[in-house]
């Protein structure tokens, strides 16, 4: 998409340059984008409307196959949900409250590329731990937010809480994004060590 964008506006500045009026036209248009992305402070964010948004998004990923590396529906590992899934919500939230702050911040998730062992170190201070659990299927959902991730103490895989004991993942063991719950699924990523992290964007405190 950006190169095709990039294309267009080459080939549509070499058919204006020749018209004074048509060049300052395009370039006008070029630039006031780009001075609103750059320049313009970043307003409130709608915690609850984010919130909806990036379960909503996580859910369209759904049988999606594993693909490590990948961050789309024709194939996304585990980092690459949650990511991809609160990139989604951003951009939306950007356009819904036409908010330059935070179409920046989904761009820098889609530059910082990172692994489930970075996302459970804080992915530079965008998330942060908010408890330890032996597992997840003893632990207590109650104190959860819809949003929340779990990274396995060895930092090989990260699942998404989606409200009700559900969780979400790219699974690379059955090979596509599954939805289990927990004390139910016989998901073996249910039962190992986890630290909870909350996305900064989405704290309840801040609502």
Known sequence: MLAAAGLTLIVTLWLAWPY?????????????????LCVIPAGGVE??????????????YLDTPYVWGGENHRGIDCSGLVRRGFRDALSAAAVRQVDAGLLRQAIVIWWKDCS???LGRGYGGRCRRVASAPSLNGLDHAALLPGDMAVTADGVHV????????WISADPVAEKVTLDVA????NDYLAVPVEIMRWRLMEVSND
């Open 116 to 118: 489930a062992q970075e």
């Open 20 to 36: 004074r009026w048509c060049r300052w036209v395009v370039l006008a248009l070029v630039a006031f984008p780009m001075v609103w």
């Open 47 to 60: 915690r609850g409307a984010l919130r909806t948004s990036y379960i909503g998004a996580l859910h369209s």
């Open 159 to 166: 699942l998404a809480y989606v409200g009700e004991r559900r």
């Open 183 to 186: 004390g139910l699924s016989t």
